[in-house]
């Protein structure tokens, strides 16, 4: 069963950081994409970041180029994403998703409709 984790999230000040992890099981995330979105109350969802499949292409929102890095340990199963000088715009529940397991880009994407596997989310809090 395919299925991803999410953890990391908390509360931080704002100039703190925090690293997100997404841990997968029941498929391998070599040769697959992986994308980080949030969603903060009252607001649609958006792409924050992305790996391909061969991890050779990473993509950010603009908002925070310069500030996360995405990146994966294969060994681990495992997509990071360093979150560093927080700010409170960044407050919203991220999670990561994986692209179907028939697809290999060799661009990543940050438009959710590319994924279909999606974990349940960890919480981002950046306030003073």
């Known amino acids: 069963q395919l299925q991803l984790v999410e953890s990391g999230g908390g509360l931080v000040q704002p100039g703190g950081s925090l690293r997100l992890s997404c841990t997968a099981s029941g498929f391998t995330l070599d040769f697959t994409g992986i994308a980080w979105f949030r969603q903060a109350p009252g607001k649609e969802r958006e792409g924050v970041s992305c790996i391909s499949g061969r991890g050779r292409n990473t993509n950010y929102r603009d908002s925070v180029k310069g500030r996360f890095t995405i990146a994966r340990d294969i060994a681990k199963n495992t997509v990071y994403l360093q979150m560093s000088s927080l700010e409170p715009e960044d407050t919203a529940v991220y999670s990561c998703?994986?692209?179907?397991?028939?697809?290999?880009?060799?661009?990543?994407?940050?438009?959710?409709?590319?994924?279909?596997?999606w974990g349940q989310g960890t919480q981002v809090t950046v306030s003073s």
């Open positions: 998703a994986a692209e179907p397991n028939t697809t290999i880009r060799a661009v990543c994407t940050l438009n959710p409709p590319d994924y279909d596997s």
